[in-house]
């Protein structure tokens, strides 16, 4: 992955609709270049797939928390991924280092549809011993991928 699939890449992440001649425009190449090398991003994995990006708010999920999973005894990630990915609240999960084991993102329409979630998310598997939440009272940045000069990291 060279500088202009970094750049290509950004441009997606900016406007996943944009055309390739919008895109090619902004980044030196032919719209049939940009083609070929979102082509290869894509069969390469590099790119997994495209998708809409949703405001919660205006689609009714207005209650956002993190939540920290403690289990008992040891339970694989596999374990984990299954059993979370059972409860459709659960936006993102992530086995993390510390005390916890298992970190959630759930975003539920209100208090109440959270409360549920994390019932769901306590009973889906024996394992979990407690949770502690915490709710996004305001979300300050969301980047989708991109860093803070809005180009995709160099590291990536």
Known sequence: MDNIDRQLIGCLL???RASYAAIG???GLSAPAVKRRTD??????VISGFTAVLDPDLVGWSTEAYVAVHCKGAISP???RKAFS???EVHSAATI???????LRIVAKDVRDLERA?????????QVDHTETSIVLSRLIERHGLSARGEL???S
């Open 14 to 16: 900016e406007d996943g």
């Open 25 to 27: 425009d902004k980044i």
């Open 40 to 45: 290869r991003l894509l069969a390469d994995g």
């Open 78 to 80: 596999e374990e984990l």
């Open 86 to 88: 059972r409860v459709p």
């Open 97 to 103: 280092s510390g005390q916890a084991d298992a970190m």
């Open 118 to 126: 994390l019932e769901r998310v306590r009973t889906e598997t024996s």
């Open 153 to 155: 990291d160099a590291q």
